[in-house]
């Protein structure tokens, strides 16, 4: 084990911590599996500036939707191939606000 030592008149070690992120929401899609428009249900209101964004398979986005702080906003699908989605909630500065959930669209 190495040992640390300190220089004549130095008492202590500052370090710099990112401090703790707050809570997830908790929110769902609904109706999944979708067809043309899927709602986002929260449970709790989103900080200003929130998004939510659909990635294909591929990794790529491809639909983003600045959301309201609160209600039940509608992802709109028209336009997409059916396939296996990963929807994201991502905060103003673009950090995912929690886990990304799995979107089923239907042809």
């Known amino acids: 084990m190495a040992r640390l030592t300190l220089p004549a008149g130095l008492a202590s070690v500052v370090t710099a911590a990112r401090p703790p992120a707050p809570p997830a929401p908790a929110w769902s899609l609904f109706p999944n599996p979708a067809r043309d428009q899927a709602t986002l249900q929260l449970a709790a209101p989103l900080p200003a500036g929130a998004a939510l964004c659909l990635y294909s398979p591929l990794g790529q986005r491809v639909r983003r939707v600045v959301l309201p702080r609160t209600g039940a906003p509608v992802l709109p699908l028209a336009g997409l191939p059916a396939g296996a989605y990963l929807a994201r909630l ?14 089923l669209l239907l042809p």
């Open 90 to 103: 991502l905060g103003p500065d673009g950090r995912p606000l929690g886990p990304a959930r799995r979107l």
